[in-house]
């Protein structure tokens, strides 16, 4: 799911580390261009799944093994919450308006999407300006730095690669708030790996990220470690909206 061309060497280092501990994984790590796409995809054996359409979708296809836990300032371990960034330097309250325009990256993004809702119009509203989507967070800032849009919601995770990678894009924008903590995107195995493939996955993320030979790709790609987790932890994301809009 961040698959900036800066990071891509520290997300391939990593795939051949865990190779060197678990036999079954694929030989190379794909860098899809969809990834709703490999979510649906079968064959598509290791996953990273935003938390909304897992929980909400794909709890019954896909087995949760674990999240990284993130280095950023938003972060706490594998919990997070996204920026909301605006062209303008003004209060949140002030800017959200019956007229102003707001770019989201995907109505199913619980980064870009439903934390923008829990932040501003609560559970049960709707946005009441302009909203338009587009496709990925890097082009939701993209919007707002041609000045066609007054707010997004962005994944902060994506935030802190994009400022480091393009730091012209976000130098004329703002940060308002914050959104509710959420847990970060999972990693998931599809349903028919077999549990115990899935749980040697798991305790090698946990084990080359521990390493000192980590270091680099863990400063790359801003994460500290891998927590093990369960959709448990995530079903409770569904509760930040009575329903999804």
């Known amino acids: 799911m961040y698959p900036f061309a800066?990071?891509?060497?520290?997300?391939?280092?990593?795939?051949?580390?865990?190779?060197?501990?678990?036999?079954?994984l694929p030989p190379k790590l794909a860098h899809s261009?969809?990834?709703?796409a490999r979510?649906?995809?079968?064959?598509?054996l290791v996953n990273h799944v935003c938390g909304w359409p897992l929980a909400r979708?794909?709890?019954?296809?896909?087995?949760?093994?674990?999240?990284?836990?993130?280095?950023?300032?938003?972060?706490?371990?594998?919990?997070?919450?996204?920026?909301?960034?605006?062209?303008?330097?003004v209060g949140l309250a002030d800017l959200v308006a019956?007229?102003?325009?707001?770019v989201a990256n995907g109505v199913d993004s619980l980064s870009g999407w439903i934390s923008l809702l829990s932040a501003t119009v609560g559970e049960h509203d709707a946005f009441p300006g302009e909203v338009s989507f587009s496709g990925a967070h890097v082009e939701s800032l993209r919007t707002l730095a041609r000045a066609e849009g007054d707010l997004t919601c962005v994944d902060s995770w994506s935030l802190a690669l994009i400022a480091r990678e393009q730091p012209e894009l976000v130098s004329g924008l703002h940060r308002l708030?914050?959104?509710?903590?959420?847990?970060?995107?999972?990693?998931?195995?599809?349903d028919?790996?077999?549990?115990?493939?899935?749980?040697?996955?798991?305790?090698?993320l946990v084990e080359v990220?521990?390493?000192?030979?980590?270091?680099?790709?863990?400063?790359?790609?801003?994460?500290d470690g891998f927590v093990r987790l369960t959709i448990d932890d995530y079903r409770p994301v569904l509760e930040l909206r009575s329903i999804a809009s």
């Open 192 to 204: 028919t790996v077999p549990f115990d493939d899935g749980e040697r996955l798991a305790d090698a």
């Open 57 to 89: 979708w794909h709890a019954d296809d896909h087995r949760v093994i674990g999240a990284f836990s993130l280095s950023i300032p938003e972060a706490d371990r594998h919990r997070y919450r996204s920026t909301l960034v605006s062209p303008h330097d």
């Open 177 to 190: 708030g914050l959104g509710p903590w959420i847990p970060s995107p999972a990693v998931t195995v599809r």
């Open 98 to 102: 019956a007229d102003v325009r707001v």
């Open 33 to 36: 261009g969809d990834v709703h």
């Open 39 to 44: 979510w649906d995809d079968p064959e598509c």
């Open 6 to 24: 800066s990071v891509r060497w520290a997300w391939d280092a990593l795939w051949d580390a865990l190779r060197e501990r678990v036999d079954w």
């Open 209 to 223: 990220l521990a390493t000192e030979a980590s270091e680099p790709i863990r400063e790359a790609l801003f994460i």
